[in-house]
């Protein structure tokens, strides 16, 4: 099953790019490969689990039950047989690691958006540069094992949006993420959803663990982070993600990463 691409139809294929890394002999493996803008992955699984890294542009990652938007100085760690799709946003130079079942305990248990450190980042570029039997004794044993103690140590980032199951919740949340800037109440939306304000509430609550201001809310900063990431000024970011002044955006940004829009997009640009 290892690397298994899932076609419309059901059927599997094996991804010739990562077999290879998932039956390595080693506990950690560095995987490195370029994607141009807008290639995507369709759903699939990996034997392994994986923390994706981009040096450059933002990955777009769906699972059943989240979506993440990654930008660089960030990093996506995935548990192994999860499936999930993975979209380029901008051209993407993907940097990142395979883990064994051993190595991948330091990490969440969950599909989970984590700070990459500037060591963090060079381990992983060390990692992508060994042989996928590298020496245990030598400078891979070393890259890999001090990758995990920084992988256990990361912090999580509040980077992953609840995908809802209900028909009309999910009518109302592919809009919003379509147009995040819509500053309409959830009353205005109840028409359009089919469904009463207060069903609305009960489902966003039951589907997502969040309200629908805290959904929003997050929907805002995650799209606001990529765009940030892809060279957006503050004050374009923040009109296009439904922010009333940039002030506030820029409050809001610091509540959440405690960092100010124009440190995440020199940090975007740095990488």
């Given amino acids: 099953m290892s690397g298994q691409i899932m076609s419309r139809i059901g059927q599997t294929a094996r991804n010739p790019r990562t077999a ?17 803008d807008g290639y995507a992955t369709g759903r699939h699984l990996h034997a392994r689990a994986q923390l994706l890294y981009a040096l450059s542009g933002v990955l777009r990652v769906t699972t059943d039950d989240a979506s993440f938007a990654v930008p660089p100085a960030s ?20 940097r990142g690691l395979f883990l ?11 599909a989970t958006v984590i700070a990459i450190s500037p060591l963090l980042r060079e381990l992983i570029l060390g990692a992508c540069a060994e042989p996928l039997d590298w020496d245990p004794d030598g400078r891979g044993g070393h890259l890999a094992a001090l990758a995990l103690d920084e992988i256990a140590h990361a912090r999580a980032l509040p980077l992953a949006l609840p995908v809802p199951r209900d028909p009309r919740l999910l009518r109302l949340t592919d809009r919003l993420r379509a147009q995040p800037d819509d500053r309409r109440d959830l009353d205005a939306w109840a028409a359009d959803a089919g469904a009463s304000v207060r069903t609305l509430t009960r ?3 039951r589907e997502t663990g969040m309200s629908f201001q805290q959904w929003r809310r997050q929907l805002r900063l995650t799209e606001a982070v990529a765009l940030l990431a892809a060279g957006a000024t503050p004050a374009r ?29 020199d940090v975007g640009a740095a990488h």
Wanted: zero cysteines; glycine letters at 8%.
């Fill in 20 to 36: 290879a890394h998932e039956r390595a002999p080693r506990n950690v493996v560095g995987y490195a490969y370029d994607y141009p």
């Fill in 75 to 94: 990093g996506l760690f995935l548990p192994a047989d999860l499936p999930h799709a993975v979209r380029m946003d901008g051209p993407v130079a993907m």
């Fill in 100 to 110: 064994r079942d051993d190595a991948a305990r330091v990490a969440p248990p969950v």
């Fill in 203 to 205: 489902l966003f609550r």
């Fill in 237 to 265: 970011a923040a009109a296009r993600v439904g922010y009333a002044s940039t002030p506030a955006f820029g409050a809001a940004l610091r509540a959440t990463f405690g960092v100010t829009p124009g440190r995440l997009r």
